[in-house]
């Protein structure tokens, strides 16, 4: 599968989703509330003017797009040196930046990041995110997971003694 054309499809339909989910929870959401789904799974709209867990909310939105952009184009210059055969790395590649990019949208638009997926106990939470955090965490797992199948399928010299 030496075309790009399907990993480009994947981009979009990452932003797309992600874009379109946000939209309803930015329309139907009170701010902060807590929704219970599950017993450890609820919706909280919040914003995250930070990266990664808030992390660098004191950057200012102008450096966070260009960290983000700078990152974006880290993980296309990687995909492009993967070999076509590494499907899944090239999907993990295609997944990091749909959701890098879905992120990216909200921060130049709104000036920070729509979350609103909270896994929780009545002791504990994790912190918000969003389905582009969803998109990057499974993708770069994809990559990850690309890495190891390789270095497994590598033939391993025989040691000549045996």
Do not use: C
């Amino acid at each position: 599968m030496k075309s790009w054309s399907p990993y480009v499809v994947l981009v979009v339909i990452a932003i797309a989703l992600d874009q379109w989910i946000k939209q309803l929870v930015e329309n139907g959401l009170a701010f902060q509330e807590k929704v219970d789904l599950l017993p450890f799974l609820a919706l909280f709209r919040t914003y995250n003017t930070g990266i990664a867990f808030s992390m660098f909310s004191s950057f200012g939105d102008i450096s966070l797009v260009v960290i983000a952009v700078l990152v974006v184009a880290f993980v296309l210059y990687l995909a492009t040196r993967t070999p076509a055969g590494h499907i899944v790395a090239r999907t993990g590649f295609a997944l990091i930046i749909g959701g890098a990019l879905g992120n990216l949208i909200d921060r130049a638009v709104y000036g920070h990041v729509i979350d609103y997926i909270l896994f929780h106990t009545p002791v504990w939470s994790f912190a918000v995110f969003n389905l582009a955090d969803a998109f990057i965490s499974v993708g770069a797992a994809l990559v990850v997971l690309d890495e190891l199948i390789g270095w497994r399928r590598e033939v391993k010299p025989q040691d000549p003694g045996n």
